[in-house]
């Protein structure tokens, strides 16, 4: 262990010197060293949004891929997507997986629509006691799942197929019940309205800025944090350069829907989740434990954490986040069938947060990530429909986004490990 | 005082027949360090993780503070710290992170509910503690996953240090520390020790068991072989009841390190023999173990009447030391004092008589003077004057000038600059093993130079060595023989380095002369 001076880390007994301030150039050469030893970060998925967004935009560029109206329309089809995916990142953080999330996001769903309705001579429950119940009934799933999963030692996999399966029952069986047809449709304005209202231009710019000056005023504060503690601080001309890139790509994404029907209530609803859960998985130490049980469960246990509380609160954070997602999903519709929760919502759930960049074994990956894979994965269906192609060719263009997403995971694992940082 | 930990007749067995503890015992108190000491393979590391709450035993009981532990604790929330022989770190979590791991100070500032970490805080902290081990890291917000094994070891150490702990087990990491830290995670030890914190200090490396430990239990195939006081022991009887031998020609300067590995590879392979023995003595049943059970008793008792007759020697010797100085005193202060009175009411007389009475006054005042001489050099012999006042060293020093002048015979003195103050019974023991040395040089050996030798072997053991260039011992060189011979010169030297819990070695060296190695354990300076 004599080799601490020839180590890149640079660090060494205390006389070896401290952590300077980087220049730009050092910056930009650490990052770059980063990428060519194989940790991609967020870098695969932006590209990959950029060549599908180009393949889409040739092919279709006459079907109005590019329209305001598509635009929006997409926005519309990320919003489910992504607040189920939102959940799974938890669970596949842990190393583990939730396959019954689209079901359950149905029962929960159904839940709601079941209670708004006015039949028999009993009112209707208000929107947000029917949501309110909705979303205990997905907590409580979640919590069944984890305490079988934790307390038997059962795979997740094992017990979230055989979720899968019963909850998918349930649906048939609450929809059936109460509807000859197997459809029910959703009365309240309300819980109609999240997937089919939008905010009015001011309103568009007034959160707009919020968020903008919000983040400045984050980075600027951690930026004084760091240097009071003497801390290596990256150089102001990057904090600069994130704060504008923000400003630049929400300006513009806020713009071209103010071109249409402005921007959907859904979508900041998912903003409103993913920033919470952004905040608990990075700032809490819960969020803390979740990445540790997932990276080294023995390290988690040794230290001192309830591994097992984290492993449930996992479980029933996917199931929350899957009701979230059924509920937006439903509203969109306007409906909820025999066959909610069904067709390929469960794997693109799943493919989103994986194509995110969310490691399969555990330990990394982003929330924020749920948010870029369900982009991706809206994407791809959207100028796939816009085409008109048939669901097969949809399923082989899904599978093979899927494989690319994971092959460049495995191999910058590879290379990682080859270049020793993993 | 109650033990803070008290342990009780603790078993594991793996399987059916895999006894890896058998009925293991000892408390450990508050402010104390224990030392774990065993080969690998002893059950140390089995024993840490039983106390680390990883493992439950077989059978046994655990008690904290006078609280029975129920199997599978969470060791940090009883105030129970652990540092392990591998760092079990997160990867994907950063310096800071891993170092607070599990209870991170934070906002709200509660004692359950820090739902938010204070990076701040955390980030102050561990660069403080980081700073105290003498480490530092360029970017706290690093990875784990990228830093070399030391640094993680280094991680795992500034984890105990961000809590104040009532008990530390330290299963022994200096595998993976270079000296530096292995020393300086010796230094965090005895600091602990101030702050009354209880340390378990498992390792196999005798010099840091010797620099930090005040007791130390020996584990042998699972079993306690035995518990001693450190200071009353030496590196070879530890390593002998470690690896069971008692080995009486190991050399006592290259024995330590090349003699202990090897030691311990046959240990190792004795004890996978022992395994099938084991096996078969159970078979045999329990009529062999009955018959070791009554010698052991046998062997207890002798131990103990052993014992009472060196603490009764020990009593005369130091009532012979005290009845010396006395002796050395009245010598000095009345007798020489006397003479030289006498000499000086001569002197008077002298003035007034006659040329031949003068003469043979003169002869007479001379004669007194030798005599006051030579009364010096007995009050020298009884009590050296200069080790109360100048230390050991000097002492040697002044006394080897001496006997060099008086004998022709040359010394070559070599007194290790490191060492210090000893008790004084340990001085003046070294001094008289000196002395005796010395003079069997001069009466038996015929030599023309002499060399000796005193310097520290361990932090808590001195050795001396006294060489000579003379004929050598005789061929059948024997104790009892030489006592019977009247030569209570290596006799007495025998008897007190015995005293002292220490070992004596005498033998011809390879080319002409003798050698003498004493070897003697001292408490902490």
């Given amino acids: 262990m004599s080799e601490t001076a020839n180590n890149p880390v640079k660090a060494g007994p205390i006389e070896a010197g401290g952590g300077e301030q980087q220049t730009l150039n050092e910056y930009i050469k650490a990052w770059w060293d980063r990428i060519r030893a194989g940790d991609l970060g967020s870098l695969p998925i932006i590209i990959g949004l950029i060549v ?58 159904v839940t709601m629509t079941l209670l708004l309705r006015t039949g028999e001579g009993e009112p209707a429950w208000p929107w947000w006691a ?33 979720g899968l399966l019963a909850w998918s029952g349930v649906v048939l069986i609450l929809t059936t019940q109460y509807s000859r047809a197997g459809t029910i449709v959703i009365q309240d304005p309300v819980v109609k309205g999240v997937a089919n209202q939008f905010l009015s231009p001011f309103w568009g710019w007034a959160v707009y800025a919020a968020v903008v000056v919000g983040f400045a005023i984050t980075e600027f504060y951690q930026r004084a944090v760091k240097s009071r503690q003497n801390l290596a601080i990256k150089p102001i001309e990057v ?65 001192g954490i ?18 979230v997602g059924g509920i937006i999903l439903a509203s969109r519709l306007g409906s909820v069938s025999t066959n909610t929760g069904g067709g390929n919502l469960l794997l693109n759930s799943i493919a989103a947060a994986v194509i995110g960049g969310t490691s399969l074994f555990g330990g990394t990956g982003r929330v924020t990530s749920a ?52 | 005082m109650n033990p803070l930990l008290k342990i009780q007749a603790l078993s594991k067995t793996f399987g059916d027949s895999l006894q890896v503890l058998q009925k293991v015992s000892f408390d450990v108190h508050q402010g104390e360090v224990v030392g774990l000491a065993g080969t690998s393979g002893a059950g140390k590391s089995v024993l840490t993780s039983i106390l680390a709450g990883f493992e439950s035993p077989s059978s046994g009981e655990i008690f904290l503070e006078g609280e029975k532990l129920i199997n599978h604790w969470q060791p940090r929330e009883l105030g129970i710290e652990i540092i392990h022989q591998e760092p079990e770190l997160v990867d994907q979590l950063d310096i800071t992170s891993n170092i607070f791991l599990g209870y991170e100070p934070g906002w709200p500032n509660n004692r359950r509910w820090q ?41 795992a150490i500034a984890r105990v240090m961000t809590r104040e702990p009532r008990l530390l087990i330290i299963d022994d990491p200096s595998d993976l520390l270079s000296i530096r830290y292995q020393e300086k995670l010796l230094e965090l030890i005895t600091e602990w020790r101030s702050l009354s914190t209880a340390v378990i200090f498992a390792s196999d490396n005798l010099d840091h068991l010797f620099t930090v430990t005040d007791r130390i239990v020996v584990l042998r195939n ?72 009554e010698l052991a008793i046998q062997v207890r008792a002798l131990d103990e009447a052993n014992l009472s007759l060196q603490d009764a020697q020990r009593r005369l010797m130091t009532e012979r030391e005290q009845e010396r100085k006395h002796l050395a005193r009245e010598l000095h202060d009345q007798v020489i004092q006397d003479l030289l009175g006498t000499n000086y009411q001569i002197e008077a007389v002298e003035a007034s008589a006659d040329e031949e009475l003068s003469r043979s006054l003169a002869e007479i005042r001379a004669s007194i003077r030798n005599m006051v001489d030579d009364v010096r050099r007995i009050c020298g012999d009884l009590r050296p004057p200069t080790i109360d006042s100048l230390g050991l060293s000097a002492a040697i020093n ?89 030569h209570y010169g290596v006799l007495g030297i025998s008897e007190r380095v015995a005293l002292l819990g220490g070992r004596l070695q005498l033998k011809n060296r390879p080319t002409q002369g003798t050698t003498m190695q004493v070897e003697i354990p001292h408490p902490r300076a």
């Avoid at chain 1, 085409?387 to 986004?401: P, T």
């Fill in chain 2, 398 to 486: 002044s006394h080897v000038r001496d006997w060099s002048n008086r004998t022709g015979i040359q010394v070559e003195l070599n007194i290790s600059p490191k060492l210090s103050r000893l008790p004084e019974a340990i001085e003046l023991s070294v001094f008289r093993i000196v002395q005796e040395g010395l003079n069997n040089v001069w009466r038996h050996a015929q030599a023309q130079k002499a060399q000796i030798i005193l310097e520290p072997t361990s932090p808590r053991t001195l050795l001396l060595t006294i060489q000579d260039d003379g004929v050598g011992l005789p061929e059948n060189f024997d104790l009892a023989v030489l006592s019977a011979g009247g």
């Fill in chain 1, 239 to 303: 904090s600069i350069f994130q704060i504008a890139a923000l400003a630049l790509i929400a300006g513009g994404a806020v713009y071209y829907a103010n071109q249409d029907r402005g921007v959907p209530v859904s979508i900041m609803i998912v903003l409103v989740f993913l920033f919470f859960w952004l905040f608990v998985a990075n700032r809490t130490r819960f969020g803390r434990y979740v990445y540790a049980v997932g990276g080294n469960p023995e390290a988690a246990r040794r230290a």
């Fill in chain 1, 130 to 162: 029917a949501v309110g119940a909705a979303m205990l009934v997905t907590l409580a799933i979640g919590l069944i799942h984890g305490v079988i999963i934790t307390r038997a030692g059962v795979p997740s996999f094992v017990v979230t197929l055989a």
């Fill in chain 1, 52 to 109: 599908i967004i180009g393949i889409f935009g040739y092919l279709a560029i006459d079907k109005n891929f590019f329209s305001a109206r598509n635009y929006v329309n997409l926005l519309l089809q990320v919003s489910g997507i992504a607040s189920i995916a939102i959940g799974v990142v938890f669970v596949l953080l842990l190393g583990e997986i939730d396959l019954s999330i689209a079901f359950v996001g149905a029962v929960g769903s």
């Fill in chain 1, 306 to 323: 309830n591994v097992q509380m984290i492993r449930i609160s996992c479980f029933m954070i996917s199931s929350f986040m899957a009701g």
């Fill in chain 2, 222 to 293: 699972g079993e306690v072989v035995d518990r001693v006081k450190t200071d009353e022991t030496t590196r070879e009887k530890l390593v002998s009841s470690m690896v069971g031998t008692r080995s009486e020609n190991l050399t006592p300067a290259i024995w330590a390190l090349d003699r202990y590995y090897r030691a311990r590879q046959q240990a190792e392979n004795l004890q996978r023999q022992q395994g099938f023995l084991q096996k078969d003595l159970q078979t045999q049943g329990n009529l062999n173990q009955q018959l070791v059970e």
């Fill in chain 1, 371 to 422: 948010l870029l894979g369900a982009l991706v994965i809206a994407s791809v269906e959207n100028g796939m429909g816009l085409m008109g192609w048939n669901s097969g060719v949809k399923f082989v263009v899904n599978g093979l986004v899927l494989l690319a997403a994971v092959l460049v995971d495995a191999y910058s694992r590879r290379s990682r490990a080859s270049s020793g940082i993993a």
């Fill in chain 2, 115 to 155: 739902v938010v970490p204070d990076n701040t805080r955390m980030d102050q902290r561990a660069s403080e503690i980081l700073e105290k081990i003498g480490f530092r890291f360029p970017n706290l917000r690093e990875e784990v996953k990228n830093l070399p094994a030391e640094q993680r070891q280094i991680l």
